[in-house]
């Protein structure tokens, strides 16, 4: 039997605004010199602490949905989620639940479009570890983290392969950094994935679905795809439906183990949270943020291709800060050489790194020294070359301009390749 | 020397700025005041005997150098569920009973900078949920006219502080009548601020969209002071609109002719106190005489008022009280006391999955028809009258086993809470040696207007000589 | 004076209004303890409280937007701008436990909602 692969993706992403989202205190949680020093009545949940919301963070989140092309309503409003754990100091998180900040959008793959189902904005948890202290087990929480500001992508099912989700996201990853609104490093934990994954035959959606958490990197994100559709097919294989439930995935066995089963789901009560006024975003605002949009990578390899560089090696190269910087310097020294100079650095022909693009320009220029470039050393081989075929000049003064081609080729082989194309298309058309 | 705790906030200014009195002096006399009555009164969760007296040497420094703030060197109280840097803040819970705040809500550093004495922190119904003071968890305040009764709450500690001349003023806090109600029952002034115009931020949350705190007084110029020091924008709560504090004190007019004053008939109810009507009626016909029009008036249901409020205010209870751990301060969960396990499961159970539209949904759209409804008659009068509440005093123990207490006793005010409307408490008479409160509301940001009706019944009628 | 005025709003009720399942699930979404005792009167007590909002029903709501914030505030946001925090020791300061710096809690699964 054969199944197709049904995946939806939730990104969460940490804005590197100065401050924390609700609150003044200072957003660095990975670089912070000790635990719980970033932390105030607000983000630490104290009574009487209330949240004033971060107006960079709100103008980050939609400048993200713009670059995705959500559509942004023109009001929006915060919402509290409630659950209890210790790395959440007021019970309850607030975030967005009916009216988020971005509202569909879109990012194409070379395996078809996924669609963006909307893109909210909260606040992210305490940082938790767990330790032995005096023979016990406890949890060691530090609220340097607790409040800073977290938006999530949450996307359609329209992932359906492994590549096609390491494609996905990467390219979110590529335009939340174009954007400047977050490192998206996984390794500090700026950036987080988790997978709704189900299987299907017929392309309907499925009755259940798998969330898969602990995914720390694109590749394990692959990974868990594979990892479940071999899991779920062999269930399915035996008539029976997969369990509704929460998995967490394991790197050192590359498989899913499973954590919670979803049926006694969360219940959140959200409900507005009646500390924040509600957000209007006027036209004019809007404009103001999409001002601030720079160009996204999409477009910079579309600008490069008109250029004369192939797709695979545009797309390397927009990835690439330091490449696309070469790139720019030659287009503007001598745009004669920016198809070169992309091959020969995606080749790793030359090392970029190393290599000024004026010093390559100029091997260029020294190697096109050795042309024969002399009208007197040209002149008597195509004099020949034309007394040798009549009838091609013939056919060349009737009008058939692909003639000239078969002179410069005559010429070029009768010079052994030395002889420089542009001059003696220039000598040509003056004798002709 | 006359005991100085009888003395007003504005008449302790003077004194105090003329030196006829030094802050060292009424701030003894208050302490004193307290130690005699605490024994039967028990209005205090915390009294700060030893900072008072520090900071009222502090004072009487500043006011020997000819400094003069509003409160300087005036002893205050402070309702338990406002943080007190330093000051232990229970807000009558045993949740939070070794609670020591590590900051100053707004209310109380706005307090400090206008040079007052913060004296103590008074006891509450426990998490302000109650309308009797009788829920906390450090046992019941006494009411000063009878201490068989009840103060009424849950600024009950607050009302009976001020009312006993323990204190010269106080601050308290309300969501639905938890300052009207307790003034009402204690015959003092109890002003409810429009909902935004006095910061919350550092007041133990209860309904983040009701709650306002507010003086209780001796007297309505007393109100218009406090309320001048505590009003105003925070950029730490949100919900705090930037509009300028008017001088209420200097603003203080008694001259109501051509004010147009609403009686709503619903609010007269036949199952309240016989003689309240009354009486209310009577203070509104005073008004009259003053050249108000009085202008009878239909406003919804109370019934309606009272619905809406239990699912709205249970919800954010619910909500608000979830932070309640005991990770990183405070006590675990299993230290809430019965009237609080009430509130946070009916108010889970109004959001929860499968009940939210039904219950939380339709609340939030009654509570705009009771807005249109407030909104309607504002075009048409310009303050509304009636009782504050259905009846005086009730003993002590009636409420413990009535779940709906509260809301019951606080009938004819929450609709106008629920609306975020400005409104006072003044006592208008005595029914069997128990004091009778009306209430004065007004539109949104009208807090001039209220003072100046009630400073104009003030200064017209000696209400404890008005008995039945 | 209580009883007239449950009367007047016929909130006395012996009708259950939540389930026996809603309540049991109640009691643990909430992290409350409740004795014998107060399982009983409590549910009974929600069920009156309950009872109340029937009056809703009276009302025509068709249409109507609901209220959340009661004044007409909107767009109120802070700039991006880092002010001092507590130190740590104030943070810490009414922890019940602590370690190194860290609030410290008896060690909780590690899986997280």
Redesign the interface.
């Given at each position: 039997m054969t199944y197709q692969l049904i995946c939806g993706a939730e990104i969460h992403v940490e804005l590197k605004?100065?401050?924390k989202m609700f609150c003044?205190?200072?957003?660095d949680p990975f670089h912070a010199p000790?635990?719980?020093?970033?932390?105030?009545?607000v983000c630490?949940?104290?009574?009487?602490?209330?949240?004033?919301?971060?107006?960079?963070?709100?103008e980050d989140t939609i400048l993200l949905g713009l670059a995705i092309h959500s559509e942004i309503p023109s009001l929006a409003?915060f919402d509290?989620k409630?659950?209890?754990?210790?790395?959440l100091?007021?019970?309850?998180q607030i975030s967005q639940k009916d009216e988020p900040f971005c509202i569909g959008g879109y990012i194409d793959t070379t395996e078809g479009r996924v669609r963006i189902n909307h893109i909210h904005l909260e606040e992210d948890a305490a940082k938790?570890h767990?330790?032995l202290?005096d023979g016990?087990?406890?949890?060691?929480?530090?609220?340097n983290r607790s409040s800073v500001p977290l938006v999530e992508i949450v996307t359609e099912p329209d992932i359906h392969s492994a590549e096609q989700a390491k494609e996905f996201l990467k390219k979110v990853r590529d335009i939340v950094r174009a954007i400047g609104v977050s490192d998206c490093d996984m390794e500090k934990g700026s950036m987080r994935l988790e997978a709704n994954i189900s299987l299907t035959k017929d392309g309907s959606l499925p009755p259940y679905k798998v969330e898969v958490?602990n995914i720390n990197s694109f590749r394990y994100f692959a990974n868990s795809l594979t990892s479940e559709f071999v899991r779920q097919s062999e269930i399915l294989d035996k008539g029976e439906t997969p369990v509704q439930e929460?998995r967490?995935y394991r790197s050192a066995t590359n498989s899913t183990a499973s954590?919670?089963v979803k049926e006694d789901a969360?219940?959140y009560?959200?409900?507005?949270?009646?500390?924040?006024?509600?957000?209007?975003i006027s036209k004019e605002w809007l404009e103001e943020i999409r001002s601030r949009l720079p160009e996204l990578p999409s477009s910079k390899i579309d600008g490069l291709i008109k250029l004369g560089i192939v797709e695979s090696a545009a797309k390397i190269i927009v990835n690439d800060q330091a490449m696309m910087e070469y790139i720019e310097q030659v287009k503007t020294l001598n745009p004669k050489f920016v198809q070169s100079a992309a091959k020969d650095i995606v080749n790793k022909k030359i090392d970029h790194t190393k290599l000024s693009p004026a010093d390559y320009i100029k091997s260029l220029e020294s190697k096109n020294a050795d042309k024969v470039t002399d009208e007197n050393v040209l002149k008597p081989i195509i004099e020949k070359i034309l007394s040798d075929n009549p009838t091609v000049v013939a056919d060349f003064k009737a009008g058939k301009q692909n003639a000239l081609g078969f002179f410069v080729g005559a010429v070029m082989r009768a010079s052994s390749g030395k002889a420089d194309a542009g001059i003696v298309t220039s000598i040509l058309q003056k004798i002709l | 020397m006359s005991d100085l705790s009888l003395l007003t906030v504005e008449e302790s200014r003077k004194k105090l700025d003329a030196k006829e009195i030094s802050s060292v002096e009424l701030t003894t006399a208050c302490l004193d005041s307290i130690a005699k009555q605490e024994p039967d009164l028990h209005a205090f969760v915390t009294v700060l005997s030893e900072q008072a007296l520090s900071s009222a040497k502090v004072a009487d420094q500043s006011i020997a150098k000819g400094e003069s703030l509003p409160l300087l060197g005036i002893p205050i109280s402070i309702k338990d569920n406002f943080l007190t840097k330093g000051a232990r803040t229970t807000a009558s819970s045993k949740v939070l009973d070794g609670f020591i705040p590590p900051f100053d809500a707004t209310v109380v550093r706005k307090l400090k900078e206008a040079g007052a004495v913060i004296i103590g922190k008074n006891n509450m119904d426990a998490w302000a949920h109650g309308s009797s003071t009788e829920t906390s968890d450090y046992g019941p305040t006494h009411n000063p006219w009878d201490l068989s009764k009840l103060p009424g709450g849950s600024s009950g500690g607050t009302a009976a502080a001020v009312s006993a001349n323990e204190v010269i003023g106080g601050i308290g806090s309300e969501t639905a009548g938890s300052i009207r109600q307790p003034a009402s029952w204690c015959g003092v002034i109890g002003f409810k601020p429009t909902y935004g115009r006095v910061s919350r931020y550092g007041v133990v949350a209860m309904e983040a969209s009701l709650d306002s705190p507010g003086p209780l007084s001796k007297t309505v110029r007393d109100s218009a002071i406090m309320l001048g020091v505590i009003a105003g924008h925070d950029v730490l709560d949100a919900t705090t609109p930037d509009i300028a504090v008017p001088n209420y004190l200097k603003d203080l007019n008694s001259n109501i002719k051509g004010l147009r004053i609403g009686l709503p008939k619903e609010y007269f109810m036949k199952e309240s106190q016989a003689g309240i009507n009354d009486m209310v009626m009577k203070s509104a016909k005073q008004l009259e005489s003053l050249g108000a029009t009085l202008v009878e008036v239909n406003l919804m249901d109370p019934k309606f008022g009272i619905a809406d409020y239990t699912i709205i205010q249970r919800a954010g209870v619910s909500s608000n009280l979830s932070r309640y751990d005991g990770v990183r301060y405070g006590n675990d969960r299993t230290y809430f006391g019965k009237e609080a396990k009430r509130r946070v499961m009916l108010g889970s159970y109004a959001l929860s999955s499968g009940y939210y539209d039904a219950y939380y949904k339709r609340a939030q759209q009654v509570r705009m028809l009771l807005k249109q409804d407030f909104d309607r008659i504002f075009s048409q009068v310009d303050l509304i009258m009636s009782p504050t509440a259905p009846s005086t005093a009730l003993p002590i123990g009636s409420t413990l086993n009535e779940a709906m207490f509260g809301e019951l006793s606080d009938l004819l005010i929450e609709g106008s809470s629920l609306a975020g409307l400005t409104a006072v408490n003044i006592p208008v008479g005595l029914l069997s040696g128990l004091p009778v409160g009306a209430q004065i509301i007004g539109n949104h940001f009208q807090e001039q207007q209220v003072l100046n009706a009630a400073y104009a019944y003030e200064q017209k009628v000696n209400w404890k000589e008005i008995k039945a | 004076m209580i009883k007239i005025l449950s009367d007047k709003l016929h909130i006395m009720t012996t009708k259950q209004v939540i389930t026996d399942a809603d309540f049991a699930k109640l009691v643990k979404m909430t992290k409350l303890t409740l004795s014998d005792e107060e399982k009983v009167s409590i549910h009974s007590q929600l069920d009156e409280a309950l009872k109340e909002v029937e009056v809703f029903d009276e009302l025509d709501l068709k249409n109507v937007v609901p209220l959340s914030h009661p004044g007409s505030l909107q767009n109120i946001m802070r700039e991006d701008v880092v002010i001092d925090s507590f130190t740590q020791d104030e943070a810490l300061s009414n922890a019940n436990a602590k370690h190194n710096g860290f609030f410290m809690v008896s060690g909780v699964l590690e899986d997280q909602t």
């Open positions: 605004t100065k401050s003044g205190c200072k957003n000790g635990p719980n020093i970033y932390t105030c009545p630490l949940g104290l009574p009487g602490g209330l949240p004033v919301p971060n107006k960079q963070a709100i409003h509290r409630h659950y209890f754990y210790p790395d100091p007021k019970g309850y938790m767990h330790d202290v016990k087990k406890v949890s060691l929480i530090d609220f958490k929460t967490g954590q919670r969360a219940d009560r959200y409900f507005p949270d009646p500390d924040i006024p509600p957000i209007v | - | -």
